[in-house]
T-cell receptor, first 116, second 115 residues
Framework: DTAVSQTPKYLVTQMGNDKSIKCEQN?????MYWYKQDSKKFLKIMFS???????INETVPNRFSPKSPDKAHLNLHINSLELGDSAVYFC???????????????FGAGSRLTVL | AQKVTQAQTEISVVEKEDVTLDCVYE???????LFWYKQPPSGELVFLIR??????QNEISGRYSWNFQKSTSSFNFTITASQVVDSAVYFC????????????FGRGTSLIVHP
């Protein structure tokens, strides 16, 4: 059973389109994340959700919006796609350990977005 | 400011060589956590180890070992007798209260092990 699953794995689209990437975890974790990995492999946090509440939102464009219908899902919606949005997007989840900070992330396989 | 620095962008070794991947971190907090993750060519990110700031004991797991030194703010990773299957990008990460305990990653070190 896949612990953190993302769909689609590959997404090719035109500039200006709107797209979504779905993420689901079956680990019973309380916190989910979206990271963006650029062409140089740099991993940058985009969003984190804990029990359906946004707990951190890095300075990403408001064209990006996370949506969490329940604690097992955190979907990423992107409006008006731009060339610079091309990247691999990783979903992850972790148990919430309060403020202990010992959050080991379990990652999905990644979704490669290519904007033409 | 970058909180996790992996100065080695790419390392190339021949199989059976030992290799050390460097990680230097920056935090104002006394309680924090450090991690290493592996990203093989298949692309998935795999957790390797977690260390808290109060535990400076070095750890060994098979051919992998980690050296945590608070005095130099470093958390280095050594692979002994490297193998081709060790070829991957390795990421060091930091989780601290100042960052809301969201893991911040270094830029990664690409390790290439040649047969």
């Amino acid at each position: 059973d896949t612990a953190v699953s993302q769909t689609p794995k590959y997404l090719v689209t035109q500039m200006g389109n709107d797209k979504s990437i779905k993420c689901e975890q079956n680990l019973g974790h309380d916190t989910m994340y979206w990271y963006k990995q650029d062409s140089k492999k740099f991993l940058k946090i985009m969003f984190s959700y804990n029990n359906k509440e946004l707990i951190i939102n890095e300075t990403v464009p408001n064209r990006f919006s996370p949506k969490s219908p329940d604690k097992a899902h955190l979907n990423l919606h992107i409006n008006s796609l731009e060339l610079g949005d091309s990247a691999v997007y990783f979903c992850a989840s972790s148990p919430w350990t309060g403020e202990s900070g010992a959050n080991v992330l379990t990652f999905g396989a990644g979704s490669r977005l290519t904007v033409l | 400011a970058q909180k996790v620095t992996q100065a080695q962008t790419e390392i190339s070794v021949v199989e059976k060589e030992d290799v050390t991947l460097d990680c230097v971190y920056e935090t104002r907090d006394t309680t924090y956590y450090l991690f290493w993750y592996k990203q093989p060519p298949s692309g998935e990110l795999v957790f390797l180890i977690r260390r808290n700031s109060f535990d400076e004991q070095n750890e060994i797991s098979g051919r992998y070992s980690w050296n945590f030194q608070k005095s130099t703010s470093s958390f280095n990773f050594t692979i002994t007798a490297s193998q081709v299957v060790d070829s991957a990008v390795y990421f060091c990460a930091l989780s601290d209260p100042g960052g809301s305990y969201i893991p911040t990653f270094g830029r990664g070190t690409s390790l290439i092990v040649h047969p």
